[in-house]
T-cell receptor
Framework: KNEVEQSPQNLTAQEGEFITINCSYS?????LHWLQQHPGGGIVSLFM???GKKKHGRLIATINIQEKHSSLHITASHPRDSAVYIC????????????FGTGTRLQVFP | DVKVTQSSRYLVKRTGEKVFLECVQD?????MFWYRQDPGLGLRLIYF???????EKGDIPEGYSVSREKKERFSLILESASTSQTSMYLC???????????????FGDGTRLSIL
């Protein structure tokens, strides 16, 4: 069983819809990352958070430490948001290792 | 902007060949990482390095080795390539620093390696 679980695995949406992607993890963490991978492979870091909520443009990331759960929301989705979204956690502040979820493939249609 | 450059986007090699994947970063980062990415498994850490000539095994080091002779360059070596090593390989780097100084990893565009 993966220590980091994402849902859904695949998601399709119409342009303009509100999107939610979920991430659950099994033990206490020092930080959680949301990453975006476009077709072709390159990965960019969207958010790094250890509590509360962060917002960047149309993207919002929240984390609930007690429930070991994080969500990534996309408001007013657009076809250019189509990508794989990956959740990754760092389990202890002394290690640099990240444990990755298997990703959520999002397709937004016009 | 941080740039992590992987030498090839696509590579095709034959079983038994020695394969070198190169990664260069331009931001003087201490920490560098090699991952492989497979469908349904996510990214898995092969090796990482936190300084020149230093290396640490990740979760799946078998069949791989690494070299870090210069700070900006981290090479992944498949000593004798096998078909099971067909995968997407991603390199990443980040500066040293934890706690409030922690910065996320910067990734290269990946190398899609096929072993025939």
């Amino acid at each position: 069983k993966n220590e980091v679980e994402q849902s859904p695995q695949n998601l399709t949406a119409q342009e303009g819809e509100f999107i939610t992607i979920n991430c659950s993890y099994s033990v206490g963490i020092s930080a959680l990352h949301w990453l975006q991978q476009h077709p072709g492979g390159g990965i960019v870091s969207l958010f790094m958070l250890s509590s509360g909520k962060k917002k960047h443009g149309r993207l919002i990331a929240t984390i609930n430490i007690q429930e070991k759960h994080s969500s990534l929301h996309i408001t007013a989705s657009h076809p250019r948001d189509s990508a794989v979204y990956i959740c990754a956690v760092r389990f202890a502040s002394v290690t640099d290792k990240l444990i990755f979820g298997t990703g959520t493939r999002l397709q937004v249609f016009p | 902007d941080v740039k992590v450059t992987q030498s090839s986007r696509y590579l095709v090699k034959r079983t038994g060949e020695k394969v070198f994947l190169e990664c260069v970063q331009d931001m003087d980062h201490e920490n560098m990482f090699w991952y492989r990415q497979d469908p349904g498994l996510g990214l898995r850490l092969i090796y990482f390095s936190y300084d020149v000539k230093m290396k640490e095994k990740g979760d799946i080091p078998e069949g791989y080795s690494v070299s870090r002779e210069k700070k900006e360059r981290f090479s992944l070596i498949l000593e004798s390539a096998s078909t099971s090593q067909t995968s997407m390989y991603l390199c990443a780097s980040r500066p040293l620093g934890g706690g409030p100084e922690y910065q996320p990893q910067h990734f290269g565009d990946g190398t899609r390696l096929s072993i025939l």
